[in-house]
C-alpha cells in the first residue's frame, strides 16, 4: 500500500481514500447506529430510573437492536447521521490517509532508505489520526446526536431536523466550541484506531501473502481489513465508549468525569459495550474500505 501511494499525488490519496471511506460508510452505517444506541443504553436507563421509568434493556444484541431500529422508526432510521457521516468521512478518511506517507516521510526523513519501522508507522498513523479528527469533530459530533435519538413521543418534536440544522442549532445554543465536544476522547480513539488500522492492514496483508496462493488482490484485501477492524476495535473500543457518551448528551463534565462514572455504575466490562456490533461494524467497514481504496487507488497510478 505504501509504496504505491509514493506515486500517488496528494490530491489523488486524499480523493481515493475520501471516496473510498464515504462508500464504506454507506454500507455499514445501520450497524453503526446499532452500536451507538447500545453504548448509550446504560445511560438511558439510569435516566429513565430517576424520573420514574423502567429500567429494562430495549435493545439487545446487534441484530435485535437493528430490527428494534426499523421496526418502531422505520428501515430509513437506520441511516440516521449519514449525511454528517459522509461529511466526517470526506474530511477524515481522506486526511487520516492522505497525509499519512508525507508524515512518515518527514519522521525518519526524506533520504532515508529501507523499510520503515513499525514504530514509526504507528507514530505517523497516531499523528495524522489526531489531525484528522480534530478538523472533523463537529461532523462527528452531530452525527452521533442524530443516531442517539429514537422514536419520540406523539407530539414531542425532534431536536434537529437534519445535519445542517444541528451544525447551527449545537452552535446558537451551546456555543461555537460545543462542535468541539469530546474532542479529546475522539483524538484518542482515532488517533489509537488509526494506528491500529494502518499499522495492521499492512502487517497482515504481508503475513497474508506469505501463505502459498494467496496474491495481492481483492480477498488478500478482504481480509487485511477484517483484520485491521478487529486489532482497531480491541484497542479502541474503550475511548469510542467514552466518546459517545460525551457526544450522545452533555451530561459529563470532561472525559474523566465521563470515564470514572461509567466505570463506577457500571464496572468495567461497560467500556467494551457493544464490542460485537462494533466489531461487525468497524470489521466490515473496513474490509469495504481498503478493498474499495486499493481498487480506487489505481486510477492514479
Known sequence: MADQFFEISFAGI???????????????????TAKVRLQLQKRAAIAGEGGGG??????????????????????????KGIIPGLHRQCLYGGLRIGLYEPVKAFLVGSDSIGEVSLFSKIIAALVTGAIAIAVANPTDLVKVRLQAEGKMPVGVPRRYSGALDAYFTIAKQEGLAALWTGLGPNIARNAIINAAELASYDHVKESILKFPGFQDDVLTHFLAGLGAGF?????????????????????????LDCFFKTLKNEGPFAFYKGFLPNFGRLGLWNAIMFLTLEQVKKLFL
Open 231 to 255: 486489532f482497531a476495535v480491541c484497542i479502541g473500543s474503550p475511548v469510542d465508549v467514552v466518546k459517545s457518551r460525551m457526544m450522545g448528551d452533555s451530561i459529563y463534565k470532561s472525559t
Open 54 to 79: 423502567g429500567g429494562a434493556s430495549k435493545y439487545k444484541g446487534l441484530l435485535g437492536t437493528v430490527v428494534t431500529i426499523a421496526k418502531e422508526e422505520g428501515l430509513l432510521a437506520l441511516w
Open 14 to 32: 486524499f480523493l481515493s481514500s475520501a471516496f473510498a471511506a464515504c462508500f464504506a460508510e454507506l454500507c455499514t452505517i445501520p450497524l453503526d
